[in-house]
């Protein structure tokens, strides 16, 4: 009877072969289609059908995703592009992690934040008629 040899650590190689296989699966879970149904809504609740219909894990802190409105999904299509359909025009980013498969999301930055109005005072100076009226 053949026996795989141990590795280092340990582990027959018929282990490691295993883990390899079952990332490679979840990995390409993500790239199968499927058929989305997902209203435009709430990014709480978009984000949780989403997660249900495609079976991949999407984390973000809830303070992210508070407030925001997610665009409507529908047709058949990778889990990817449906979450790239779903935040279109929200302000929000998805980024994937290549070890889990999950996404995880953020604020995306305002390309309009180098143009807006700033923050500090003026350094111009205030027009002769500006001081303050006395009552």
Do not use: C, H
């Amino acid at each position: 009877m053949f026996q795989s040899a141990p590795d280092p650590r340990g582990r027959p190689a018929k282990v490691w072969a295993v883990i390899a296989f079952l990332a490679a699966a979840a990995l390409a879970l993500g790239a199968e289609q499927r058929r989305f149904s997902i209203p435009a809504g709430p990014a709480e609740k978009s984000l949780r059908q989403l997660a249900t219909q495609s079976g991949i894990e999407v984390v973000y802190p809830a303070e992210v995703v508070r407030g925001v409105r997610t665009a409507e999904v529908k047709g058949r299509m990778t889990p990817g592009e449906a979450l790239g359909r779903l935040l279109t025009g929200t302000g929000l980013d998805s980024t994937r992690d290549a070890g889990t498969g999950a996404f995880s999301l953020s604020r995306g930055s305002d390309p309009n934040d180098s143009r807006a109005a700033q923050k500090t005072p003026s350094d111009r100076p205030k027009p002769a008629n500006s001081s303050p009226k006395k009552p």
